[in-house]
Nanobody, 124 residues
């Protein structure tokens, strides 16, 4: 069975940076057909698409609110994807989840495995 475990969250001041990691175990990185995504959910709000990357890394997508500030990347040898976040804003405060899907998509219904999430808090 596949598992996804996020880490790297924490408390940071506005304008600061954080890098989130998501380590996969199981078959997630054994197939070329999987993509990986990051989503986030703030209290009282719907889960929001953040970024996604294809298995080869050649295709990426970003949510409008994070374009130019966040970068998604992956290291298949480590079965890990990353979300580098710069110029953080208080509105970026949320629980961040990584997930596995069949292809790069901003639709969370396409993703079938999810991690437990890591909290990111940005203070003003």
């Amino acid at each position: 069975q596949d598992h996804l475990v996020e880490s790297g969250g924490g408390l940071v001041q506005a304008g600061g940076s954080l890098r989130l990691s998501c380590v996969a175990s199981g078959q997630t990185f054994a197939s070329r057909h999987y993509a990986m995504g990051w989503f986030r959910q703030a209290p009282g709000k719907d889960r929001e698409f953040v970024a996604a990357i294809s298995w080869t890394g050649s295709n990426t997508a970003y949510g409008d609110s994070v374009k130019g500030r966040f970068t998604i990347s992956g290291d298949n040898s480590k079965k890990t994807i990353y979300l580098q976040m710069h110029s953080l804003k208080p509105e970026d405060t949320a629980v961040y989840y990584c997930a596995r899907g069949p292809f790069v998509s901003d639709y969370q219904g396409q993703y079938d495995y999810w991690g437990q999430g890591t909290q990111v808090t940005v203070s003003s």
